[in-house]
Structure formats: C-alpha cells, structure tokens
C-alpha cells in the first residue's frame, strides 16, 4: 500500500492518548507544541514523567501532573525544567522530577480550606463534645445513684448485727434497772450505795441506746423506744435528785438511830440532837423526803420543851402527866409523816417506773432479731 497514492482512501488515524499530540511531518521538529489537556484527577496524582532534553521532540504538557492544573484558555509552551536544581521561580513552573519525593499533599475539595481533613463533617467537633458531655452526665448519674445506694445500706438498711445489738444494749439495760428499782425502800446506808452504784450504771448504759441503729431505722422499733425513752428522762429527771437527797436523809436517820432506841435513849438531849441532825439536811432537793425532814424538826421542837418539863425535878405529877400526855399527840404527827413520805414516794417511783415501756421495747427487739 503506498501511503503517496492519491486514489489511495484515506486511513484511519490510531487514537493518540490525551496528554501528547503527535508530532506533524510538516512543521520543523525544533519547535515543539503544546496541546492544551484535561485536568488530571486530583485524587490520584500520576508519576513524574522524565522531561526530554531541550531542543528534543516531545508530547506538550499544559502544566505539571504534581501541581495545580495548568489554565485551558490559552495554551502555552512550559518552560524547560532544571533537571538538577530548586523548581522556577515561576508558580506556573512544572515540578522538578529530579527532586526529593515528598509526601503528596491530600488535595482540597471546594471549599474547604487547606489541608483540612475532606471526610471532617461540618459539627463532628460539636458533636464529640455533645457525647462527651452526655456520657459525663450519665457517669455523674450512675455515680450519684451509686453513692445513693451506698448511703441507704449505711443510714437505714438494718442487719441482724444491728438488731443482736439493740438486744445486747436493752438486756444490759435492764439488769441495771432492776438493781436499782426499788431504790425508795433503802432503808440503810449500804443499800443506798447500792442503789447509787446501779443508778449510775443505768445512765450509762441507757445513754448508749440513742446511737443503736436498729432502734432509729425500724420504725416499730423507734416507735417503742421513743414510749420508753420520754418514760427514761422523767425517770431520770427524778432519780438525779431523789438518790442524792436519800443519801443525805438516811445518813441522817442513821445518825439519829445511834443516839438510842429504849426509853433512856428518849430525852431532851438526845431530841436536841435529832432537832439539829435534821435541820442540817432540810436543804435536800427531793420535795417529799424534805417534807419529812422539815415535819420532824417541828414535830421534835414541839416535843422538846415537853420533854424538858417532864424532866424537871420542879415539876408536879400532873405538869408531867400533861407533858407526856403532849408528848404522845406530837409523836402520831411523825407517824403520819413517816406514812405520808412512804405513800408518796411509792406514788412517785411507780409514775416514773420503766417497768412496762423497758419491757416492751426488749420483746420488740427480741422478735426482731428471731425473724431477722
């Protein structure tokens, strides 16, 4: 086939690729030109292509395949590259191929800035903090409930170790009271110790009842010792005045129990020292035991001047048959004062007893503890 032949149809031209345009026997090969191209995509950066030498034959780029698209208004020639040294000073220069490779920068999508990260969401930071934020919430909450939880086993869950401890406390509680329950029937100074010492252990063992958990978290059990514990002050209110005021009055009856009980013993000395025993005690606080006190000192100073008549040797049979006769009547008056103390401390040992109140809180805790 002669490719000269006129009447030879015209062959179809291979393709040629995109990016070079061949060369055209007519024109000098001194002058190459450059054909404008398409843009290459900006996600895949294509290899350097080595630059032929000047002067040399060569498909034309429109700009570099590393760099910013080249303009496609109006194509250009490109200046030869220096194989070997730092890329032109031109922007619009092509890359050095000879250079260092570097890490191609990810390329920027419309709008977005330089080298900021092109899957970034617009709000992903908002968001993040959005999530953190909620999750430190709930954290808070669960730890809050958490402690919640903590503190409601600590202040009102109630274990069978509480309630062994409330019945423990309570048994203790009552032996000392039913020491010192019948401390108004002393009638010596050795029982009046006693009854001093088991007082003073009660105190302190009913003080100790306000700090068991079992009698302020159970409700039955608070309720019970709320009867007695209003029953305990008024007890106690009176026994911190009553034990003391015993004390004094029966170191005093002793005194004057010493002074003789026979017929002998019973004269105007002996009613002088009784008038002055009793007066050094009429100072007690207990109301019915000074009332006693202060009814013998005047009953005895009525007795007394009586007493003085019938021992005078001046006196005739009937002055002293009239002062024993006075004598008698001032001594029932100390009868039924001794009467009346003993009937009003029995009436006010039983108001303030803890008898019924101690009882009933010890059975509570006792069934308690058995259904624990």
Known sequence: MNPTDPNQPEQPQPEQPASEVPQTPFEPTSAPVEAPIEAPAPEAPTAPVEQPAPGASQGGFGASSFGTPAPTE???EAPAANPFGAPPASSDAPVNPFAAA?????PTTI???PNSDPLQAPGGKSKKKLIILISAIVGALIVLGGAALAVYFIFFNVSHADYQKAYDQVSALRDKYSAGDNISSGSSKDTVDAAKTAYADFKTENAKLGDLKALKVDKDLNAKYKAYDT???AYIAFG???IPSLDRFITATDQVTALGSGSSSFNSVNIQKTIDIYKGIQDIGDPTLKAFVDSTVAVYGEILPQMKIYESSSS??????AAISAISASSDKLSTAASKMSDDLDAKTKDVSLSDTLNALGQAVTDKLNKK
């Open 74 to 76: 109006t194509p250009t």
């Open 111 to 113: 709008g977005s800035s």
């Open 316 to 321: 005739t049979s009937s002055q002293k048959l």
């Open 240 to 242: 911190d005045v009553f």
């Open 102 to 106: 570097a890490t191609p920068a990810a």
């Open 231 to 233: 029953k305990a002050k």
